[in-house]
């Protein structure tokens, strides 16, 4: 067998150890399960699965397009938004190619580089936040594309809309800037960008969000991108014909409806972030703020045995060695009971 050697130098995805009824809060799901309106339209069209989907996801398209204001020209759904990082970073990145983003980030942006034969590179972060001053200065003219995360996994801090604009003025026009904010339904701050309205400030600017976090449907596989309409129809180009399953598109535009399930996920969030905040306090552990449904802290110990002793106390957790942390976890907001239950383990093998 001859091979690529980009491909060869890829890690495989190894699945994270789960305990059988071990409480998760390792993935950033919602606590509170699917949104309801969704789960309703997946029991009525269940018979739709002898059919293929609709290959132009028209109807959700046009949903979204409802939601923001915005053409139905401008949204690319995926089979998650993982899928559309390998549709940008192919579609943009041709072999020996830079892709930029950030250290201590999610990991997808460097594996879809690596598939292409592009070469990550990585600014460090600034007390726990994209650094986007030091990402542009590592600009040049090898540079295709930028990923931010905003929030970030795993820190959960973000970048405010005057930062970026500062950002932008840097950025050549021919660098094409991904903003993933598959947590942005979670952010409560201010000043926190309307990248939807930036779209028609910037022609180099894509979106990705999704319905896996807030909406509670990370199983079905959906998200989206959102960008000007020349550059999702370059997009599209990329796609395999029927890349979004049929109740995925039903019930992501049914989720998206669900404005009663999405403020209680967001309630919940809240309770729930001030609740640890203030038991991290208490137990002396220094963590970030957060602007999502996660929380990264620092636990003075080795995070992988500290992942082993909350697991055997039926409590999984995202250690964070594989992002260069070793002394710490991301925990995942859960419900009032699911942290108190975190944090009864947690005090335990302290
Ligand atoms: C920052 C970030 N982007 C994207 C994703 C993946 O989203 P999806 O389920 O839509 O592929 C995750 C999932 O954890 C994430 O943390």
Known sequence: MQTKENIQNIAPYTAGVLKAGALKLASNENP????????????????????????GCRALKAALAGHYGKTPESFLPGNGSDELFHFITGAFIRGGDRMLTSEVTFSEYTFATRLFAGLPEYAPLQDGKFHLAEIAGRITDKTRLIFLANPNNPTGTYFGAAEFAVFMQQVPEDVMVVIDEAYAEYVTAPDYPDSIRLLDDYKNLILTRTFSKIYGLAGLRIGYAVAAPEVIAYLNKTREPFNVNTLAQLAAA????????????????????????????????KYYPTQANFIFVYIQQDCLAAFQKLMELGVTVRPLQSFGVPDAIRVTIGTPEQNQKFIQALQEIL
């Open 32 to 55: 509170l399960g699917p949104a309801p309106r969704a789960l309703a339209v997946i029991r009525q069209n269940l018979d739709k699965l002898s059919l293929y989907p609709d290959g």
């Open 254 to 285: 049914a989720a998206l409806a669900d404005t009663e399930f999405v403020q209680r996920s967001r309630e919940n969030n809240e309770a729930g972030k001030k609740y640890l905040y203030a038991e991290f306090a208490r137990l002396g552990l």
